[in-house]
């Protein structure tokens, strides 16, 4: 018979191994995911532990694994989020740093518990620096040109660096169809009050797939996936691009150069001025094409539309699920920001047929945030 050690046993002899087990524990906020942090200080050194159960989330999408296997195995699979796999976030911190940027530094690790103690990157988030009276746009600024850098190449077969070495998924079809999914599963019933029928749900489908049909197939890159200001760390002490601290980018994947842009630009948490995502655009297409002479400025442009849309589309349907299976209020007051953002990129001409879906089955009336009850 097995016998089950208890997590804070297995923690308390990770940090005694890894050296860390005389520092005092400051329990970190956490978000909507399954891993929590906290503060190791001992002495005049300060370090992260990640807790990140292995067994706490569905499994992570196998290499091979085809639309059939990813399916059986759960919406993380068909994702592509790494779930409880810890592994993920070390090879991508390692090959983040090996590119030049400022991801965390790991400095002791036990994958197979889902343990990590990492570089602490400090508290000034861009979010509280622009609070405090930072001006925003050095910051977006320096935050497109990591993109821009982070971009230069194309995107690794695997992650990691010497023997740690994980294989890197593309950001296909399935994952981007799934993510859509989310607002008709969850926002839909939400706001409108019944579950979609079997015809709409059809509708929805072919203009999605359509939509994604369009997708312009350029040379694919590393996409971090969740790239604004809530887990963008200012450190302006440092030189160029390590002004960027870089977290939560475990369920990255490669894909398309936009992404990324969009997640910064149409920012969920906090409102970005559209001159300011005005100029940052137009930073990235003249930068872009400066560095390459075939960077088509309309058709990214084009992507930055349609997977603006894909992304709010799948944010609106996570924060009414966060509500409607978690009981998390306080999304509920973000559904009116990403609503914005969505009307606006559905305005594209491209997608001019998805609009019409929208607005005549979530009339605007409904896009307001529902009542917590």
């Given at each position: ?146 993109l821009l850098a982070l971009h230069e190449v194309q995107a690794p077969e695997t992650l990691g660096v010497s023997t740690m070495r994980v294989p890197f998924l593309a950001y296909d ?201």
């Amino acid at each position: 018979m097995t016998i089950e050690i208890p997590r804070e046993a297995v923690i308390r002899r990770f940090l005694i191994e890894s050296g860390w087990g005389n520092a005092s524990a400051e329990p970190l906020g956490g978000d909507a995911s399954t891993r929590r942090y906290v503060r190791l200080r001992m002495g005049d050194r300060s370090a992260l532990l990640m807790d990140a159960p292995p067994k706490a989330e569905s499994a992570s999408c196998p290499p091979e694994a085809d639309d059939a296997t990813r399916t059986a195995l759960g919406y993380n699979a068909i994702a592509r989020l790494a779930g409880g796999d810890s592994r993920r976030y070390g090879a991508f911190a390692q090959t983040l740093i090996a590119r030049g940027l400022a991801a965390p530094d790991i400095l002791a690790a036990d994958y197979d518990q889902g343990l990590l103690v990492i570089e602490d990157l400090g508290d000034d988030l861009f979010a509280r620096a622009i609070e405090r009276g930072v001006r925003p746009q050095p910051l977006y600024e320096a935050a497109v040109d990591v993109l821009l850098a982070l971009h230069e190449v194309q995107a690794p077969e695997t992650l990691g660096v010497s023997t740690m070495r994980v294989p890197f998924l593309a950001y296909d079809r399935l994952a981007y169809k799934a993510e859509v999914d989310l607002l008709v599963e969850w926002l839909y019933p939400l706001v409108v009050g019944r579950k979609l029928s079997a015809d709409l749900r059809a509708e929805w489908d072919e203009l999605w797939d359509e939509a994604l049909a369009g997708l312009h197939q350029t040379t694919p890159v590393i996409v971090l996936r969740d790239y604004h200001a809530e887990n963008l760390f200012w450190l302006p002490s440092r030189s160029v691009l390590h002004r960027v601290g870089l977290i939560d980018f475990q369920d990255g994947l490669k894909g398309s150069p936009a992404y990324d842009l969009v997640s910064l630009l149409e920012d969920a948490r906090r409102d970005v001025e559209p001159d300011l995502a005005g100029a940052m655009i137009e930073r990235y297409a003249v930068r872009g094409s400066a560095r390459d002479r075939l960077f088509d400025e309309a058709a990214f442009r084009a992507d930055y539309a349609l997977l603006g849309a894909q992304r709010n589309a799948k944010i609106l349907g996570i924060f009414a699920r966060l509500w409607t299976r978690d009981r998390k209020p306080g999304y509920l007051r973000l559904l009116p920001r990403v609503w914005g953002y969505f009307e606006r990129d559905l305005e594209a001409p491209d997608l001019a047929a998805l609009k019409a879906w929208v607005d005549r089955h979530i009339p605007a009336e409904l896009r307001i945030a529902p009542e917590p009850k």
